[in-house]
């Protein structure tokens, strides 16, 4: 049975009568990128500024605007969002936590705030991975997934 989707069209599924349930979801993904990135980006000598406070500021943003972004995602209550990264020789992970207490799950907010982190960096590194054809041979986004979900 489909629960969005009736003989009268499209809706948000109503969830008034399901109880607030504290929530907790991680995701991750990454961006491979060439290490001379990642080197300008340790020693912040990319052009457009700090990429990586950046992506955090991107990432938290994007979290709390999901339920504009997807249409069926419902608007929550967010009561903690965290966007960190590791930083590897040829690439980079965005690992973005996001807690709530509330009706619905939190997953689809993980995903899009580990995404647009990881858009914002390709953004911001650009100019220093495009090769003389003006094309990203290297640059790739990849792994994007929920690693976590808890439900107390």
């Known amino acids: 049975m489909l629960t969005h ?12 009568k399901k109880e607030d349930v504290e929530r907790i979801c991680v995701a991750e993904g990454y961006i491979k990128l060439k290490p001379e990135t990642i080197k300008l ?8 500024g700090n ?4 992506a955090q500021i991107a990432g938290i943003l ?3 605007k999901t339920y504009e972004l997807i249409p069926m995602c419902h608007p929550l ?7 960190d990264f590791e930083v590897f020789e040829d690439k980079i992970k965005a690992i973005c936590s996001v807690k709530t207490t509330y009706k619905t799950g939190i997953e689809m907010e993980a995903l899009t705030g580990v995404s647009i982190a990881l858009l914002t ?16 041979k290297t640059a ?9 979900k808890i439900k107390k």
């Open 77 to 83: 209550p967010i009561t903690s969002v965290n966007v």
């Open 51 to 54: 990429v990586l406070t950046t």
């Open 5 to 16: 989707v009736d003989d009268k069209g499209v809706k948000m599924v109503d969830i008034s």
């Open 41 to 48: 980006i340790k020693e912040q000598k990319i052009k457009k």
């Open 121 to 136: 960096i390709w953004d911001m590194v650009k100019s220093a991975e495009k090769d003389e054809d003006g094309q990203y």
């Open 62 to 64: 994007a979290v709390k």
């Open 140 to 148: 790739e986004i990849f792994g994007i997934r929920v690693v976590e």
